[in-house]
């Protein structure tokens, strides 16, 4: 019988440790290792079994039956005892412990609540055992570890109905890090690589072709230079979040990298925690999106230079055409008309051609941006002039130099200017003066007009409060001063480039 009962007491330590390892989640750790330490008990029991042909295992044994009320047996164990089974199942047990004192202190309360009431119904047997073996003994020659395994088996069945052991099983980190599908790098304080998780290896060691044991002790920036200016920055930074590119399998993928810097207890620090997301599908659908407002910009822009094309330009050539068929009427009848006609048909072709050259120039925005802002409100005042039979009085800054936005308002704000003057002012008289005052733009627009009262502006006047709006966007400052029956001034002042 006592043969029998060492069967459970070789696998039990085994068993613990079993329970430890997939708890803690070492579940694949365990089963790699499992083939080798139950060779061990397998071994011992062997021995125990066949103790009568060696010896090893014990010699005689005898009972007292006068040291105490009750018989106490004595075994004479041998080496295999001492130097083989003890040591064995003491440093299994040691490891199990180790395991389960690690997760005490990287769990949460409920689970450290948990894992003590398991702790110590282990350690409670095993230290009366150990205690027992060294000669510390209340009864001599009495092992008294079986006395305790109620006690033990009462803190074990606490700890899984009462905590819901199987339930509160805690997810490992190892279990997370392996199978998560974002790269996790860990570096230390000179950005080599102490740690990563599978998928970051994966991406990693076809950046140098890199050998999978060479990645772990290598510079992050020299398999990712790009990363290196993203790095440098966590100095005054706690925390970083940034868009980056790494090449898989001859792809570029798009990561957004979330970079944490690693602190010891008194703030040093200890290294870095890169965190790569792929966001590659995520770009793609706002690319694909981008395209399709790009597509819809150009087929939006193209309606509206066709509807200006048709509103002015066609009209205007209309016009022109209705007074050259006139001139052969003109020559028989009225002589006197023709100077007159052949001016007004050379007015209504300059404006015509002058608004060509506008929609030309709006198809391209980069020669919008790039032709002299002089040259481009001379365009739109022979426009004006085509169109209203009205020469405007344009003294013109040659060489102004602004930034992009602000010549694009400039432009704009004119644009709009003598749009409102054809539409609204009635006005028989049109100045426009374009001076560069040191580092300024100034640009003034006068008429003779019917005017308006600038209090109170309609709120349909949107072509106003748009040239407010562009002004304030590119830092101009715009002036409107308007007197009813008495015309207009607009001042338009920006700083050159």
């Known amino acids: 019988m006592a043969d029998l009962s060492f069967l459970g007491i070789t696998f039990f330590s085994i068993a613990w440790l079993a329970v430890m390892m997939i708890y803690t989640g070492r579940e694949k750790l365990f089963y790699r290792i499992r083939p080798y330490i139950?060779?061990?008990?397998?071994f011992v029991n062997v021995m125990i079994w066949t103790n009568p042909i060696h010896n090893l295992w014990r010699g005689e044994s005898y009972r007292d039956l006068t040291t105490t009320w009750f018989p106490i047996s004595f075994y004479d164990y041998g080496p295999l005892f001492y130097f083989v089974h003890i040591p064995f199942a003491l440093s299994i047990s040691f490891v199990a412990i180790y395991f389960l004192t690690v997760s005490l202190f990287f769990r949460q309360s409920t689970y450290r609540a948990q894992l003590s009431t398991l702790l110590i119904a282990f350690l409670l047997p095993l230290i009366i055992a150990i205690l027992h073996l060294i000669g510390i003994q209340p009864i001599a020659h009495f092992n008294a570890s079986p006395l305790v395994f109620p006690i033990s088996a009462a803190l074990t069945a606490w700890a899984v109905l009462g905590f819901g052991f199987l339930e509160l099983t805690p997810i490992a980190r190892d279990l997370v890090v392996e199978n998560m599908l974002d790269l996790m790098v860990v570096l230390d304080k000179n950005n080599r690589i102490v740690d990563l998780n599978p998928a970051a290896r994966n991406y990693l060691i076809q950046q140098e072709t890199?050998?999978?044991n060479a990645i772990i002790g290598a510079d992050i920036n020299?398999?990712?230079p790009a990363l290196n200016m993203h790095t440098e920055q966590i100095a005054e930074n706690y925390h970083l979040q940034e868009d980056f590119q790494i090449k898989h399998n001859g792809k570029a993928h798009m990561f957004d990298v979330f970079i944490s810097t690693i602190t010891r207890n008194g703030g040093q620090n200890a290294g870095q925690l890169l965190i790569f997301h792929d966001i590659t599908a995520r770009k793609q659908a706002e690319q694909a999106v981008y395209d399709q407002i790009q597509e819809l910009?150009?087929?939006?822009?193209?309606?509206?230079?066709a509807r200006e094309l048709h509103d002015s330009v066609n009209q205007t050539l209309f016009a022109a055409g209705t007074l050259a068929d006139l001139l052969p009427r003109a020559i028989e009848k009225k002589p006197e008309k023709i100077p007159e006609y052949a001016t007004h048909i050379q007015?209504?072709?300059?404006?015509?051609?002058?608004e060509m050259r506008l929609v030309l120039l709006e198809l391209y925005p980069d020669a919008l941006i790039n032709t002299d802002l002089g040259v481009i409100i001379k365009h739109l005042c022979e426009a004006f002039t085509g169109v209203t039979g009205i020469e405007i009085d344009y003294t013109p800054a040659m060489q102004i130099n602004l930034e992009k936005d602000a010549?694009?308002?400039f432009y704009r704000i004119t644009q709009e200017a003598l749009h409102n003057i054809n539409k609204h002012a009635q006005a028989t008289e049109v100045s426009i003066k374009l001076n560069k005052i040191?580092?300024?733009?100034?640009l003034l627009i006068q008429d003779n007009g019917a005017g308006f009262d600038a209090e109170n502006v309609s709120s349909e006047r949107f072509g106003l409060k748009n040239m407010?709006?562009?002004a304030k966007s590119v830092g101009a400052a715009l002036n409107i001063n308007s007197v009813q029956s008495k015309g207009t001034t607009i001042k338009l002042i920006g700083e050159a480039s």
């Open 38 to 42: 139950i060779i061990v008990p397998i």
């Open 210 to 212: 890199l050998e999978s």
């Open 347 to 354: 007015q209504l072709i300059h404006g015509a051609t002058a």
């Open 407 to 409: 010549q694009l308002a």
């Open 222 to 224: 020299a398999l990712l």
């Open 297 to 305: 910009a150009i087929v939006n822009e193209r309606q509206r230079v």
């Open 438 to 442: 040191e580092n300024t733009v100034e």
């Open 468 to 470: 407010i709006d562009r």
